[in-house]
């Protein structure tokens, strides 16, 4: 028996290619939304892994230090230090600010990090050029995405910095990408005020009986200093010594540092369920509504395929064929329109997913369900096909 | 000529009634006719008289509303279906050549013809063997991979005439065969309709309107509000 679904392909494959490119791209955006998602997630996944922290130390009933502020004191970490199994600590700051560099404009999120010896957390886990930052001031580790150049200067706010290493796949959860600086300068940058604003709270400081005494000598400078002064991080980044539980150290801390504490699988709770759980439902209606219109898009094309073959259809039932042998064909054309979009859309969602502005990660497991999902809908969509080349009249083929 | 002792076709007292109260329509008052095997009948009468009804009857495309039809002394209906598989039926044992050769237009010449075949079960190459000796038989094997669209409106004729005859089908049913053809073609599709009812003892009727052909018959049915009667033709060679 010859393939009546290929050979009616192939007669008129110009009309299915083009058919199929156009569900296929229609797939990609799929796909892409699809990748969309699995790249927030991936973007919280490797903050989490890449800060290098089996727990989070933040200020006492917040979600700090990424999905709500936080800000404790930055000695804090010599009491957690001492703690039973814990094995490091690292305070760490972090700020998103908008970088004006070389006449572009790029959100970046700013993290400051202990820098006074190696494999303190919080620093990248490995660079992909450069060297870590070895200056107590004014070095910075950049992601790649940020477009910065070894060596290269750049101004954050203040001060110029220089650029000593390139990170990869550093970013924040919603995807901006790091600058890694030391501690010290993330405070500077996140805490300080401006010229204007400090001379302004000088004077006002001055301004007030209360610190300007008379004969109190010292104070107005102290509490001058105090307020110029950030004494403030975000959040301690723990890591624990091998077999610790991190759930016990954890509660130790909440206990007897009044701070809040969250452990790696805490942290992705909050990371992947809580912060990203609107954009994942945004998504999700997006993806229903993309199944749907592929549905119909697939089930009218098909339809309309079958209905042009009236004639043909009715001389195969005239000369004999089976009803098996007409469903087959158009099933098949279905899968087989399915399977030309799902190879446009897998590829066009590989060509243009990099060129996104946010991670779109396209996993295998997602293609694969993808295929499945779309030939299931192509199944199902020439059912209405199917059902009206059934009730074709044979008689119809020979007419008056 | 001697006949075989079984008639290739027996309709007895064959009704067609369409639709149902006011909008009924009898388009087969009571048809009797036999048709023997080899033999080329021809069928007239004027428009609407139910001519095209009878072939799609004959044909076990639409069900008759009484009366009795043989085909091969194996009675196939008799008030209602006497077997379970029509499509079977039309596959195996009836031929169809109708006014325009709807042929598929996505296969080429050859395998519209080898379709039946493997619909029939034969494989793939027994089927394009079989099709290629029938296109050869009918003069169109210099077309055989070409596509339908790319043949002239005699040659399509003759490519459907070819598939008629492809599942050695007792029966063909034709109706108007002729009609798109100029009447030189005309004859000639004839002419290949009774060298085939020779050769394969095939039995056909054809349905037509066609001054220049009616006189080749030997034997004419006339319709008429749907009665037949029988009249001897001129057997006129072509
Ligand atoms: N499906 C149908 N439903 C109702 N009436 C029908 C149907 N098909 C045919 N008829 C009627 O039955 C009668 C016979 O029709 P039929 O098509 O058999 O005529 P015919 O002899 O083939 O005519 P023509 O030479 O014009 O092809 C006509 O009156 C026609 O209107
Ligand atoms: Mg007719």
Known sequence: MINLAGRDILHGWGKFLFTGVGLGLLIGATLTMAGVFRGMVDDGQVLIDNSGADLWVVQQGTLGPYAEPSSIRDDVWRGISGMPGVAETGNAAYLTIQMAHAGRETRVMIVGIEVDRPNRPGAPPYLAAGRPILQGHYEAIADEKTGLKLGERVRIRRHDYTVVGLARRMVSSSGDPMIFVPLKDAQEIQFLRDNDALVNERARTAANPAFNRPGVPGLLEAAQGAATQSRNVNTVLVRLTPGADPEAVASEIRRWKRLTAYTRAQMEDILIAKLIATSAKQIGMFLVILAIVTAAIVAFIIYTMTLAKVREIAVLKLIGARNRIIAGMILQQALGLGFIGFLVGRVSAGLWGPAFPKYVLLLPADAIAGFVIVMAICALASLFAIRAALAIDPAEAIGG | ?238
């Open chain 2, 1 to 238: 000529m001697d006949r075989p002792d079984t008639p290739a076709i027996r309709l007895t007292g064959l009704k067609k009634r369409y639709g149902t109260g006011d909008a009924a329509v009898d388009a087969l008052k009571g048809v009797d006719m036999t048709i023997w095997p080899g033999e080329v009948v021809g069928l007239v009468g004027p428009s609407g008289s139910g001519k095209t009804t009878l072939l799609k009857c004959l044909g076990a495309v639409i069900e008759p509303t009484g009366g009795h039809m043989e085909l091969a002394g194996e009675t196939i209906y008799d008030h209602g279906w006497k077997i379970p598989d029509l499509r079977a039926l039309r596959r195996d044992r009836i031929g169809f050549v109708f006014q325009a050769p709807y042929l598929i237009p996505f296969l080429d010449v050859t395998d519209n013809v080898a379709l039946l075949p493997m619909l029939a079960g034969k494989d793939n190459a027994a089927a394009r063997r079989r099709a290629l000796e029938l296109l050869t038989a009918l003069d169109v094997a210099h077309r055989a991979r070409a596509q339908v669209s790319q043949l002239s409106g005699g040659e399509q004729q003759r490519v459907a005439i070819a598939r008629s005859l492809a599942n050695h089908a007792p029966i063909i049913l034709a109706d108007e065969p002729t009609a798109p053809l100029d009447s030189e073609r005309a004859l000639t599709v004839i002419r290949i309709l009774n060298e085939m009812a020779v050769q394969y003892q095939t039995a056909i009727i054809v349905v037509t309107h066609d001054e220049k052909i009616i006189p080749t018959f030997k034997r004419i049915y006339h319709i008429r509000d749907g009665k037949t009667h029988e009249e001897a033709g001129e057997g006129r060679a072509i």
